[in-house]
């Protein structure tokens, strides 16, 4: 298993970064060995991509719990860029929340990070560190005082939308959180992985206090058009498909009834309803693909084996519960 | 026939080794100290303040709705369509709302674009320093000699650019004068550069003399960041919406047919 360390791959899994952590011994080791002075005048040992590959390293580091590792690529970066560099701010700020045992030593985390920002407020890495020193503490309300006083500086900033949106979800805030989201989308409009978001947002909003046949239908196609469209950015996305499958057997059950309560004054409807006909056909269409993805999957075909475990696992049994309904 | 015959001119082998050698090891030399002396002369880019950096974001913000809001259905679109256009016309997202309407500050009396222009002059007077002081010494030691006959013929154009300082009209072109193989290596020793230094080294003068050709292209006039926000509120009014999600249903049944 090789991995590019200046260009690491997203979400890398657990065995990854296990994988990845244990190259930084060697690599610390490794790097101390330059050309004595003059010389080192001739070379150059100084690009881009070994910082890149150190932050790589202190990351996965700090995610595999190699504290003193980490500990050690910090103080390479600290005396190659100095404390007063943004990011590395950010990343010592890391670090000590990563020793941090207890609420006490988070709490000095955090105020350590006010200090810093009282002085210098336009630090993003360390408003970005508060934010998450705040979520550890629980004090969520506050963190998301935080991150919107970030996103008003700025708005162009996705990750920040990201984890807002999610912040707003712990706190049952669903039309906060798909806010968030369309903000995301209009900074990145071909993110898949966040229309699935949304539409899985909205699925999840609906409750038992909503009983208007109505107001239901529109929720779950709206949803259900979010889902489409990740599969539309994303063939096989098992996410979408598994959304389009349970919001369309909803919306099979609900559409008559809808359609007959629909009224032409809804300002609120952007588009009109899915006709019966075609919400039957999507069904159909997520059953087979979600059978396909399932079994290919599952056999780890070539070019299908990027499939996580769980959710083949949950898509198999949303199948299971679909044919043993029609066994009935 | 004139050019089988071969003019051969009896050199101290000790021009070699005390011309030649010593002009293109300083010629190296000096790219490199060049570099350094860049590199400890830059000055860091100024901190923006934070109210800067939201003006500046919120108007790519602006910016980004207008071109991506195919994404968001049409009631989102018109909720952040009026947010925006009331904050451009509050003037709430400028960093300095009561510099409203008056005329941008004069360039020679702004210190941000004086820094700008400083940042400049000291590259500049770095490199001319060095230019003047190595060409000077050049001529003052090594000219008048020639050092070198290149292994190929050349046309007689050639006679101005290879044999600068010796005034010999009849000897061959192919013989490399010691001024000239100081211009030869001020031009070509950029490949070396990048081998010793790496790709963005600032060794070669020549090419950041290229770079400085049109100096107004780099610090263009500043814009009113008002008449910016109003220009992209009107874009935004303009804008008739379309919504991606309409008729996806349909889209994707195609594509599943197909």
């Known amino acids: 298993m090789s991995v590019d360390l200046a260009h690491p791959p997203p979400n890398t899994t657990p065995e990854t970064a296990v994988h990845i952590s244990q190259l930084a011994p060697k690599y610390i080791k490794r790097a101390t060995s330059s050309l004595p002075w003059p010389l080192s005048v001739f070379s150059r040992d100084d690009p881009p991509e070994v910082w890149a590959a150190y932050e790589t390293l202190f990351l996965e580091c700090l995610r595999t719990g190699d504290d003193r ?29 990563a020793l941090a045992s207890n609420d006490k030593d988070l709490e000095s985390v955090l105020k350590i990070a006010n200090e810093i920002l009282g002085s210098d407020e336009a630090n993003v890495p360390v408003q970005k560190r508060r934010v998450a020193v705040l979520k ?57 992985n966040m229309h699935a978001k949304i539409g899985e947002i ?50 099979v059950k609900l559409i008559p009834d809808a359609s007959k309560a629909s009224t032409k004054d809804d300002a609120y409807n952007d588009v009109a309803l899915p006709t019966e006909g075609t919400v039957q056909a999507l069904n159909e269409m997520a059953v087979d693909k979600l059978g396909e993805i399932v079994r290919k999957g599952s056999a780890k075909e070539q070019g299908w084996d990027g499939y996580d475990t769980a959710e083949l696992q949950a898509a198999r049994e949303l199948l299971d519960q679909g044919t043993a309904k029609v066994d009935r | 026939m004139e050019h089988s015959m071969v003019q051969t001119i009896y050199r101290d082998p000790a021009l070699f080794y005390w011309i030649l050698i010593p002009i293109t090891v300083v010629m190296v030399l000096t790219g490199i100290l060049r570099h350094y002396s860049s590199v400890l002369l830059q ?123 010796v005034g010999t009209r009849d000897m061959d072109v192919r013989w490399v004068s010691s001024v ?47 008449k910016q926000f109003q220009a992209e509120a009107e874009n935004l009014e303009v804008l008739e919406h379309k919504y991606l999600l309409d008729g996806i249903e349909e889209r994707i049944l195609a594509g599943w047919a197909a």
Not at chain 2, 71 to 88: Q, V
Not at chain 2, 189 to 200: K, R, S, V
Request: net charge neutral; charged share 20%.
């Open chain 1, 202 to 251: 909205l699925y999840a909003s609906v409750d038992s206090s909503t009983t208007n046949a109505l107001e239901l239908a529109r929720i779950y196609s709206e949803s259900m058009r979010r889902f489409l469209r990740s599969i539309e950015l994303c063939e096989n996305y098992l996410r979408g498909y598994y959304g389009l499958h349970l919001t369309a057997q909803k919306l």
């Open chain 2, 43 to 165: 000055s860091m880019p100024k901190k923006q303040p934070k109210n800067k950096i939201r003006e500046h974001r919120q108007l790519i913000r602006g910016a980004n709705l207008r071109v991506n809001y195919e994404s968001i259905s049409p009631s989102s679109f018109r909720a952040r369509k009026a947010h925006f256009e009331t904050a451009a016309k509050d003037g709430s997202f400028l960093a300095e709302p009561e510099n409203r309407g008056k005329p941008p500050p004069n360039m020679m009396t702004d210190p941000a674009a004086m820094e700008g222009m400083m940042g400049m002059m000291k590259g500049n007077v770095a490199n001319m320093v060095s230019q003047t002081l190595i060409m000077g010494w050049i001529n003052a030691f090594f000219s008048g000699f020639v050092i070198m006959k290149l292994p190929f013929p050349l046309t007689p154009q050639f006679k101005a650019m290879l044999q600068a300082g």
């Open chain 2, 180 to 226: 000239s193989w100081y211009f030869l290596t001020l031009f070509g020793l950029q490949p070396i550069y990048n081998f010793i230094l790496g790709g963005d080294n600032a060794a070669n003068q020549m090419a950041q003399q290229m770079a400085q050709m049109n100096p107004s292209a780099m610090m263009g006039p500043g814009q009113d960041p008002d």
């Open chain 1, 69 to 97: 590792s980490a500990r050690a690529i910090l103080d390479r970066l600290l005396a190659r860029f100095g404390d007063k560099n943004e990011r590395v701010m950010g990343y010592q700020c890391m670090l000590e929340e």
């Open chain 1, 136 to 192: 550890s503490l629980n004090r969520i309300p506050e963190a998301i005082k935080r991150l919107t006083e970030l996103l008003d500086m700025s708005p162009t900033d996705a990750e920040s939308w990201a984890e807002l949106s999610d912040l707003y979800l712990s706190q049952g805030m669903s039309d906060q959180a798909i806010f968030c989201l369309e903000e995301l989308l209009i900074v990145q409009p071909n993110a898949w």
